[in-house]
């Protein structure tokens, strides 16, 4: 990084003016490189939430929150989602370039055939109640996946890093439809290496061992298109979770099970569960005739109620992946006969009701990729707790490209925040 220009910081207390340079991205905003305040002041920037902070560089994935754009090494998502398929995806994301025929034939066989999980690993699955939250489930498993590779990865070695990576992409589709399979009291169903990932994903969640399953290409290219948009988002809440978790120098499967437990939460991947369930509701209290009502209540910040699906950090315009996770509902919705499904009818009232509310245009609040994601997911036939799941199976290769690229940093250092501390002074016991 060069820095062509600088910033001046003076302070009204007596600590002497300091100078740090400013280094311009290739595009989006300039950071002002503050390493040395600390040093140089002996004071701490407070930036809680990370509102005006990038905590790395990064050439992986770009959001212009304003224009509502991103951008996957480059393309935008809108080109991803025409022209590519979801391991062409992770190809472009790990590698830094769309692969060409032979690359993506080769690195489909290669995904393709990590795709079983040890015979052991089984037994964690049978550890849970049958009715505990997939999310769970997985947050166990693939924390525990670490066990089976933990002596067996020089986290240094890119080709060591790259081989995890290639296991994660490839074992999250099993791992995700066992705990599914689990769940619903079915057995596992075996990966089927002679189908796309995508179909064989929707084998392992739908397809028993006494039939034939042979997945609708119409909802596998649904599906697929789905992963794909959640693949990255650059240093989101869990993929700053994976990026802290790995720059200790824990194992990759360790630092993947930390991205799952905070993509959780309501606010972040947990939010197209909860917007389902938030559609719901407002379907049983009478459905279109309560979205002024439940607005309200939105608007009320004692009720706590929130849009779900709704804003986003860095987004002050429309999620570029809400407007294709809309065009694929109605593919979906068409394709099964469900072009009148009453809650996709609910989701476009309630959006156009509220892109119309001041309250939600003065605040910029426009729909995310969770708006219309459960809607298509329950369409497809996942139930409403594995949504989530589906988003971590998704963001696996975003998360394993940005542990592999803060790995391979060459004054990589553990990430160790400090703090405003306000508690008590030193003091003695009486
Ligand atoms: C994802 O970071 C990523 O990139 C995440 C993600 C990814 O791909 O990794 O894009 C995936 O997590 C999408 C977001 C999914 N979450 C939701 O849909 C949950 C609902 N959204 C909110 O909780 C909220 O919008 C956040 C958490 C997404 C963003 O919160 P911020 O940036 O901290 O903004 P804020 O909470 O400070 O909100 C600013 C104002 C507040 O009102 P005022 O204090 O100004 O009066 O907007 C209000 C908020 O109360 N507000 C909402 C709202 N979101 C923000 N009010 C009602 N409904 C909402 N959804």
């Not at 989602?81 to 391991?87: G, N, Q, S």
């Not at 590698?95 to 032979?102: E, K, R």
Request: hydrophobic share 40%; glycine share 8%.
């Amino acid at each position: 990084m060069s820095a062509q220009n600088k910033a001046t910081l003076s302070f009204t207390d007596g600590t002497p003016s300091v100078e740090f340079p400013i280094y311009p991205g290739s595009v989006g905003p300039d950071v002002v490189d503050i390493r040395k305040l600390y040093g140089q002041t002996g004071k701490f920037t407070f930036d809680p939430g990370f509102l005006s902070t990038a905590a790395c560089e990064s050439k992986i994935t770009y959001i212009d929150g304003d224009k509502g754009e991103l951008l996957y090494r480059g393309y935008p998502i809108e080109q991803i989602a025409e022209k590519c398929d979801y391991l062409d995806t992770c190809y472009l994301l790990l590698n830094g370039d769309l692969p060409d025929a032979q690359q993506s034939k080769d690195f489909s066989y290669l995904v393709m055939r990590h795709t079983m999980v040890h015979e052991q690993m089984t037994r964690f699955y049978q550890g849970f109640r049958r009715d505990a939250h997939p999310m769970a489930v997985l947050v166990g498993c693939v924390g525990a996946l670490s066990a089976f590779y933990h002596d067996s990865l020089d986290i240094n070695n890119p080709e060591h890093r790259m081989i995890s990576s290639i296991r994660l992409v490839a074992k999250m589709p099993t791992m995700v439809a066992m705990a599914y399979k689990y769940s619903i009291g079915q057995p596992f169903m075996y990966p089927k290496n002679d189908l796309s990932y995508t179909a064989n994903f929707m084998r392992m969640m739908f397809g028993n061992p006494c039939e034939e399953y042979v997945p609708n290409p119409v909802l596998v290219k649904a599906l697929d298109r789905i992963l794909l948009l959640h693949a990255d988002h650059e240093q989101n809440a869990s993929t700053s979770t994976v990026r802290l978790a790995g720059s200790s120098g824990a194992n990759p499967f360790a630092c993947i099970a930390a991205g799952i437990a905070t993509l959780w939460g309501p606010a972040h991947g947990g939010a197209n569960e909860a917007c389902l369930v938030m559609l719901n509701d407002i379907q049983k209290q009478g459905g279109v005739a309560k979205i002024g009502e439940f607005i309200s209540q939105v608007k009320d910040k004692n009720s706590g109620a929130k849009l779900m699906g709704f804003g986003h950090r860095v987004y002050k315009n429309y999620d570029p992946r809400a407007k294709l996770m809309r065009e694929t509902c109605y593919e979906v919705l068409g394709e099964l006969g469900l072009e009148n499904d009453p809650l996709f009818a609910l989701a476009m009232k309630l959006e156009q009701i509220a892109l119309e509310d001041d309250y939600f245009v003065q605040r910029k609040l426009y729909p995310n990729v969770d708006f219309y994601s459960g809607i298509v997911q329950r369409a497809l036939g996942i139930p409403t707790e594995m949504f989530t799941c589906i988003f971590a199976l998704a963001r696996t290769v975003g998360w394993i490209a940005q542990w592999g690229e803060m790995i391979s940093e060459p004054d990589q250092k553990i990430g160790r925040p400090r703090q405003l501390y306000t508690g008590a002074a030193r003091r003695n016991f009486k």
